[in-house]
Structures are given as structure tokens and as C-alpha cells.
């Protein structure tokens, strides 16, 4: 089984490094631990990560960046992992934007600097987060997946392709699965590019021949 990601995100290289280090050294039996100093990188690696069926289960920002504010990319992180839980650290500056955000975008927590000693004020906050996310997570599927409109012509052949070929796969109705539009968010294409064939290793085709397909 795959281990969920945890994503940290804070432009100040030494509290990054800090948190990242401390985050490792807890969780690294049990969870991937990915950091870096930029949002928009961290968007892009989301993006990928969700193409390759993987899994995020925390999400750890600095509020002040100047790409964006951490309270927004933890909301555009949610569009793609929205069962994530979300911690934003904050200095005593930005309470107040904090609190508010526990409102506008869930927040689940937020984490004042400095978090010294990390057993007393970090450890206790990330293994209450984990525990609930745990609760609820349910293992998806790893194969090929299908995303489409149900009563497409296009979509039926490639299903009907892969099931001849005893090929399991996963169908993705556009119209009725929510889960389906974030792999639109992270091909960054269109509906009208449908039908969509996201392969496990996260490579993906858009209104493939079967020739393609097979291919």
C-alpha cells in the first residue's frame, strides 16, 4: 500500500526546513513528507500527484508567502484533496485572518511560530489531524480510470474495449461524480476534450482511438 503524502508549504527556507525535519522525524514510518518554499510548485505537484492516484492527507502552510496568502492555497489545495486536513502557521500578526479563514475555508487548525517543543505544541495538533483523517479514508482505486459523459457513444466503446480485454478499470460519470472534475483541474483540460483516460502511472489521453488505447 502507498503511504498518503504529507505537503508543507513556507517560503522562509529555515522555518521550512524546521517543520520538515520535525514532521519526518514523527511521521515518516507511516506518511511521505513533502516540502518546499513555493505555492505554486506545490499546486503543480498536487496536480500531479492526484493524475498518479496518490493520496495527501495534511496539509501544512505559512499564512504570509508572497506567491499567495497560505488561506488561499490551502483553498485551491482543497479543490483537488478535499477530505485533507488543513494547518496554517501563523505568527501572532495574522491571527485574526486565521480564525476567520476556520470559517471560510475549514480550517482545521492553526499553528502559531514557534512550535518549540514540537511534542508539547506540534506532535499533539498533527496525530489528533491524522487519527480523524484515518477514520475516514478509504483506500482508492489504483487502475485505469475513465472519466466521461454516461450516455457518450465514445466513453461506452472504451469501456466496452477495456472490459473485452479483462482490463479493470474505474468509470468516472462527469455529470454525477465530484471526483471526476478534479482530474479535469489536474490534466487542466475541458469538458468537450472528454473522454478522458488517466493511466496508473499518472500519463493520461484525451478522446483516445482504440488503437491509441491499446497502445
Not at 36 to 61: C, D, P, Y
Not at 76 to 92: F, G, R
Not at 188 to 197: A, E
Request: glycine share 2%; proline share 6%.
Amino acid at each position: 500500500m502507498k503511504l498518503p503524502f504529507i505537503i508543507i508549504v513556507d517560503d522562509d527556507d529555515h522555518v521550512l526546513r524546521a517543520i520538515q525535519r520535525d514532521i519526518r522525524n514523527e511521521y515518516r514510518d507511516e506518511y511521505r513528507v513533502s516540502a518546499t518554499n513555493s505555492a505554486g510548485e506545490a499546486l503543480q505537484l498536487l496536480k500531479e500527484l492526484k493524475l498518479k492516484n496518490e493520496t495527501v492527507a495534511l496539509f501544512i502552510s505559512d499564512q504570509r508567502m508572497p506567491e499567495m496568502e497560505g488561506i488561499e492555497f490551502l483553498e485551491m489545495s482543497k479543490e483537488i484533496y478535499p477530505d485533507a486536513k488543513l494547518i496554517l502557521l501563523t505568527a501572532y500578526s495574522d491571527i485574526e485572518a486565521a480564525i476567520r479563514s476556520i470559517n471560510n475555508i475549514k480550517l482545521d487548525y492553526y499553528l502559531l511560530k514557534p512550535w518549540n517543543p514540537p511534542e508539547e505544541k506540534l506532535y499533539p495538533v498533527v496525530n489528533d489531524l491524522l487519527d480523524e483523517w484515518q477514520a475516514l479514508y478509504k483506500p482508492d482505486h489504483e487502475g485505469i480510470r475513465i472519466i466521461g459523459f454516461q450516455w457518450s457513444p465514445k466513453s461506452h466503446l472504451l469501456k466496452e474495449f477495456l472490459s473485452g480485454n479483462l482490463i479493470p478499470y474505474l468509470w468516472m460519470d462527469i455529470e454525477s461524480n465530484d471526483e471526476a472534475e478534479k482530474y479535469l483541474k489536474s490534466t487542466d483540460i475541458s469538458r468537450k476534450d472528454l473522454p478522458l483516460v488517466v493511466m496508473k502511472d499518472g500519463t493520461f489521453i484525451t478522446d483516445p482511438s482504440l488503437p491509441e488505447l491499446a497502445a
